[in-house]
């Protein structure tokens, strides 16, 4: 029986600060032991938690892609207890990584199909490893058209930008960079909210066409009917949810939707299947 | 199935033989009440109670449990690594279970044993464990065991099944853990008796005390947002004071947080019973918190034992109609009350009186 709290060490490869603000950085980590990488067998849209000896541990969507190898990389917003102690940490340090858990993203069912993705804010790293994994050689051929619609409050908000830049140039990826609002003489994307973004950008909606919405809840609660007039069908609307953890595997009890949980039977959900559960998120 | 009849001083010769197989546990008078205790030699069970304060459901899983031992130390190799503790249970007996807490057992083990994964200490706790139960006579007026599964002679996640009879103790042996306890406190070459007919009296004697009763037959036909939805749960609520009494003397409560703590520079993880009833349960990191009032909280409660199990796992109820949160509630808050009402609950009349309460 393997003991499923246990966490595998870890060594924080690298840290880069995404944010002009300070407030999200990507830490890049190698398994102390190699082979535990192969037991972190994982697809994009899925999560770990990460542990902390003496502050405890957090549940954060995986950023990297399973197309990289050799690392996995969590991007985190300072912003409670562990993540405050996380950021103060150093590229050498040792802590651990538990996973990989939940659901990803439904990439059976996504195959031969259009995609669009949407994310708001720091909701962009299930997604960033998402584009990874599409646009890799030996994957791209298997979806049809990518759209990207990701906003951030200003330019210097934006996570991976240089990876924004870099995918803005390929003809095989449709990018929709926007900001809410800038006075950068130099900004070359778009301005505008997500929603109306989507409303402007994002094809309309079908049977082979499926959206992936990652962001705040403001963001979904206006992108949404947006959608909806668009002509996607709720079965093709896809969402990650997140909510307190601690087990991460469907025992502890706390982060249940209804008869769900969101770490188990989650995180990735239909809108057809939220419109079912209660809005305990 | 063996049945046996064992006298009083086989009984106690019994209980003091097993003691060199296991840590045998029974309850024992403390104070006004009874709790389950290891017991130590000459010490006998105490049969002499209704129900015991608490369900042995901690002996299985501790209201504080070490997971990991950890060092912080940066002078060492294993600085901030997880360590497992030594996690191997020796054999336990727990003696004098009653059937409703027994039944809580297996309820509990669809969340701790899974197919995806295994919570290793519940697993190895509950595997080392045989559990000795014992039959009520007489039914508290709490208790509404028939109705929720089991009943006052109910086996369900019981080894053995004790009945007691003025001096005589029947003795059901049930399954081949409780063979291999009967063995150990030497009753494994009696011979088997006819005390069937006696047992059903007493059964149907015992049945007939259980004076309260839940219906659950119309809960699974019911769609979860329906019950969710339904008007009754701010005034169900009302007097809650979110004490968690209730989920902590619930045998079939198992929810739980983790915690490290650290004292110098090693330090452990641990995991502590936690409870629904607390605002600080799903507060997010953000401030936000999907259950930020109370009636949210006591409906979380009531639709997980009542619904949401029922429907994840296509069973009965989360409840083993022990009576204890309805005992121990400062506030008098009732979950027969509350299940007959979400039983009864009809969608269609309630959309035309417009929300009642």
């Known amino acids: 029986m393997q003991n499923p709290y246990l966490p595998y060490p870890v060594r924080i490869d690298e840290i880069i600060t995404e944010t002009e603000d300070k407030s999200l950085k990507t830490f890049k980590f190698v398994f102390l032991n190699a082979s535990d990488e192969d037991k972190f067998t994982y697809e994009s849209g899925q999560f770990g938690e990460l542990s902390i000896a003496g502050l405890g541990e957090i549940p954060i969507g995986i950023a990297s892609s399973p197309v990289e190898k050799g690392f996995i990389k969590f991007t985190v917003f300072k912003t409670g207890k562990v993540t405050s102690y996380l950021h103060a940490m150093k590229e050498g340090d040792i802590m651990g990584v538990r996973g990989p858990l939940g659901h990803p993203f439904p990439w059976e069912t996504l195959e031969g199909k259009n995609i669009v993705i949407i994310g708001g804010g720091f909701a962009f790293t299930t997604l960033r490893s998402s584009i990874i994994s599409i646009l890799d050689p030996a994957n791209r051929s298997k979806f049809k058209d990518i759209h990207v619609i990701y906003g951030a409050r200003s330019p210097g908000m934006l996570l991976y930008k240089e990876e924004l830049a870099e995918w803005a140039q390929r003809d095989d990826i449709n990018m929709n960079i926007t900001v809410d609002g800038t006075d950068d003489p130099d900004w070359k994307y778009l301005t505008g909210f997500v929603p109306t973004i989507t409303e402007q950008k994002a094809p309309p909606g079908n049977d082979d066409t499926y959206a992936i919405i990652c962001g705040p809840p403001i963001m979904i609660k206006f992108t949404q009917p947006v959608l909806d007039n668009l002509g996607y069908s709720h079965d093709n609307i896809i969402m990650s949810l997140e909510n307190r953890m601690k087990c991460g595997i469907g025992i502890c009890g706390r982060c249940n939707i209804g008869k769900e949980f969101v770490c188990k039977d989650g995180p990735v959900f239909t809108l057809s299947q939220l419109n079912n559960m209660p809005k305990e998120y | ?357």
């Open chain 2, 1 to 357: 199935m063996k049945l046996i009849k064992i006298d009083q001083q086989n009984w106690n010769t019994g209980i003091e033989k097993a003691k060199s197989a296991y840590r045998v546990f029974g309850p024992v008078k403390e104070k006004n009440d009874y709790e389950f205790k290891v017991l130590g030699t000459n010490e006998m069970p105490d049969l002499n109670f209704r129900n015991t304060r608490l369900s042995p459901k901690s002996i299985i899983y501790p209201q504080s449990q070490v997971m990991f031992t950890y060092s912080i130390d940066e002078t060492k190799d294993d600085c901030r690594i997880m360590k497992e503790v030594e996690n191997v249970t020796s054999p336990m007996a727990i003696i004098g279970v009653r059937p409703c807490d027994a039944l809580s057992f297996p309820i509990v083990r669809r969340n701790f044993d899974t197919p995806e994964y295994q919570d290793t200490y519940w697993i190895k706790a509950y595997e080392a464990t045989t559990f000795v139960g014992l039959a009520c006579n007489s039914a508290c007026d709490t208790c509404f065991c028939t109705s929720a599964g089991t009943g006052p002679f109910g086996e369900e996640g019981l080894d053995v099944l004790i009945i007691k009879d003025g001096d005589d103790f029947y003795t059901k042996i049930i399954t081949p853990k409780g063979e291999a306890f009967a063995e150990s406190a030497g009753w494994g070459k009696k011979e088997q008796t006819d005390i069937t007919a006696k047992i059903k009296e007493l059964k149907t004697a015992a049945e007939a005390s259980v004076s309260s009763t839940v219906s659950t037959d119309k809960l699974k036909n019911k769609t979860i947002l329906d019950l969710y939805d339904a008007p009754f749960w701010e005034e169900e609520a009302f007097a809650c004071i979110n004490c968690g009494t209730c989920t902590y003397v619930c045998p079939t409560c198992w929810c739980f947080d983790v915690q490290d703590e650290t004292h110098g520079k090693s330090g452990i993880r641990m995991r502590n019973w936690d409870s629904c009833m607390f605002p600080l349960f799903t507060h997010h990191a953000s401030g936000h918190n999907p259950r930020n009032n109370k009636y949210e909280r006591v409906r979380q409660r009531f639709m997980h034992k009542l619904k949401y199990y029922v429907d994840k796992y296509d069973s009965g109820i989360q409840c083993v109609g022990c009576g204890r949160c309805i005992r121990l509630c400062p506030v008098n808050i009732d979950i027969r009350k509350i299940c007959d009402k979400m039983n009864s609950f009809d969608t269609e009349s309630c959309k035309c009186e417009a929300t009642s309460s």
